[in-house]
């Protein structure tokens, strides 16, 4: 089979599988992205040099809380569109549904514990420079560390689910070769 055939084929199989709704998809790729550019981000502003720091940790945190409310949009999509049917046997089915519940649950937690880090710190959030964000808790050092802390775990813990998550797509894909991938494309 020639490439051209090849995907000709790969094309006809993706309009012929029931896909996730336009706006999941739209959703899930734009908080990939973010988070694609985020998590990097922020593991690189303690080793950038102190007179752009600021510059780091305003991106950062900004393109976190985009992060947040993406995520909330997603929550509520997905409460009401419909996603297709998933594959795999019943054990698998619930390990996924498991690493997305969870997945979703570090996605709302890493930018809350974030940005509520930063307040306590005292930094308020200007959100891109342009919007000033209301701080709920104001300067309370002795909780920031709290805060700080949940977002570390919640980083490492996102990174752990995105590469169980990237996994099982490579397995569904290149492996069982199903229809597992073109649902989200």
Do not use: C
């Amino acid at each position: 089979m020639s490439f051209f055939s090849r995907s000709i084929a790969t094309t006809d199989l993706v309009l012929r599988v029931e896909r996730y709704p336009a706006t999941s998809r739209l959703l899930h790729w734009l908080v990939a992205l973010l988070v694609l550019a985020t998590w990097p981000l922020g593991m690189v502003i303690q080793f950038t040099a102190k007179e752009v720091q600021l510059d780091f940790y305003m991106l950062h945190e900004s393109l976190g809380f985009l992060v947040l409310w993406l995520m909330l949009l997603r929550i509520g999509n997905r409460l009401v569109a419909r996603p297709p049917q998933p594959e795999g046997r019943a054990a698998e089915r619930a390990a996924a549904g498991l690493v997305h519940g969870l997945l979703y649950v570090l996605l709302v937690v890493m930018p809350v514990s974030g940005f509520l880090a930063t307040n306590a710190h005292g930094f308020p959030l200007v959100w891109f420079n342009l919007v000033p964000v209301w701080s709920p808790i104001g300067k309370t050092p002795e909780i920031a560390g709290i805060f700080s802390a949940i977002h570390g775990f919640s980083a490492w813990g996102l990174l752990a689910l995105l590469a169980l998550h990237l996994g099982a797509v490579l397995v569904h894909h290149a492996v069982r070769r199903d229809t597992t991938l073109y649902k989200m494309l």
